[in-house]
């Protein structure tokens, strides 16, 4: 099958953009708290960096590779994480690695980055692929078909296989229980509040913080109770689980420092459920929704999936298209959409002095789409991503993972998870779609759809 023609390209629907200048206090901290994607312009999509002052302070938006090497690579120890992204996550998070910042951060991906190797996320593989084919299995597709409320099942599938590499299944039949606890924490607790912008003192309420205390006091019951235990176990000598959870327990500092405090541990637990297990269902969802629409390119990844085995070593080799899809996917739809840092110390990027305290904003959002970065970027078109065709691509024009030091630990994990997934679905189901109303994407922290995407799955004929 040939790349697709101009009559047949995809181009999902994206929220407006905005062809006016800075946005007004007010409306600013409407558009923040409703859906931050709005707040972007059209000028954002089409020149290499913003740069302007506000009631908030200096703001430049890179959204060119030079500089984005330069924030994340280069000159990474000048540029810390915003007090904002701390004050939105900070009461679930604080003890993170998502969060935390300095020698704390170091420590901390010191002694976790030995447990994430690309070698001992292999060992995974066939785990995985149970979980998968467990899950689909569970659908009992027909001919006929079932309507799926797609988050919801990858969601549900997700956690799956975060509960059996993870805890080797202790979480049982909790994962309703999380995805609700999740949805209503993205929904509420984790939307950026005006007083979290203004720099109110935390202990002024915020409306979205109040609506989610029971969901955040569940997650951090649950896993409290479960690093409680595990610990118990593993001092006991009572045959406690190789699984990652006892991993991170007895991890230790290769500089000779102590290992995670089980505060540490059930922070980073929460950190890898919502940056691993949550980004993860929203990036497979996306991809069953623009397969839907592009039976083409479904045609393709059926075919891998017919032949894909997990048992091969290089069984990630013999799905081209499927990562292709996938990237692609991230691309349009990256699950973290806006990184913000803050410079330490004054700086130069690209052109432009920038004074300590400034905020520098790189958007995946932005830069995965942009006009001077790629073609034809609204399209869904996947053979950009095909072998032949990514060392054209600029490291740091696709940056779904992050990049330099601050990358995420677990894209192995999740690009290896994603992969086994759509090939265990699609080696069994069709996928429809049942509206040509296309799903809106919001930015609640993660990239999700305004509205619940529903899909038809068939069984596939033989």
Known sequence: MDATTADTIFRPAIPPRRTGGPLPLLPFLWVSWRD???MWSERHFTEPQLHG???????????????????????????????LQRRVLGPMLAEGLLLTEGEVWRRARRILAPLFTPAKMATL???????????????????????????????GLTFDILSATMFSDELGGEARGFERALNQFLANGARIDP???????????????????????????????????????IEADADAPDDLLSALLLARDENGGPGLSDEE??????????????????????????????PEYLARLQIEADAFDV??????????????????????????????????????????PIKAGATVIISPWILQRHSLLWDDPDAFKPE???????????????????????????????????????????????????????????HQITLRSRDPMRLRLRARRR
């Open 53 to 83: 002052n506000s009631a908030f302070g200096e703001i430049l938006v890179v959204s060119h590779p030079e500089g984005v090497r330069h924030v994340l690579t280069e000159n990474a120890a000048n540029y810390e994480k915003g007090d």
């Open 125 to 155: 593989n066939a785990r995985m692929a149970e979980v998968c084919q467990a899950r689909v299995a569970a659908w009992s597709l027909s001919a006929r078909g079932r309507v799926l409320d797609i988050d919801s099942e990858m969601s």
């Open 311 to 352: 048992s091969d070593p290089k069984w990630a080799e013999s799905l081209p298209w499927t990562r292709a899809v996938l990237d692609e996917t991230m691309r349009l739809f990256p699950p973290a959409p806006t990184m913000a840092r803050k410079a330490l110390a004054d700086d130069e990027i690209g052109g432009q």
């Open 36 to 38: 931050p994607l709005r």
């Open 384 to 442: 950009r991503f095909l072998p032949q065709n990514r060392k054209s691509i600029d490291r740091y024009a696709y940056i779904p993972f992050s990049a330099g030091p601050r990358v995420c630990i677990g894209a192995a994990f999740a690009i290896q998870e994603a992969m086994i997934a759509l090939a265990s679905i699609l080696r069994v189901a069709e996928v429809e779609a049942l509206t040509t109303v296309e799903p809106r994407p919001v």
């Open 195 to 233: 007083l979290d912008v203004l720099g109110a003192p935390d202990w002024a309420p915020r409306l979205g913080r109040l609506a989610s205390f029971r969901s955040a006091r569940f997650f951090e019951q649950r896993v409290t109770t479960l690093v409680e235990a595990r610990r118990a176990r």
């Open 265 to 294: 541990v059930a922070a980073n637990i929460l950190t890898f459920i919502l940056a691993g297990h949550e980004t993860t269902a929203r990036a497979l969802g996306w991809t069953l929704h623009l397969l839907s629409r592009q």
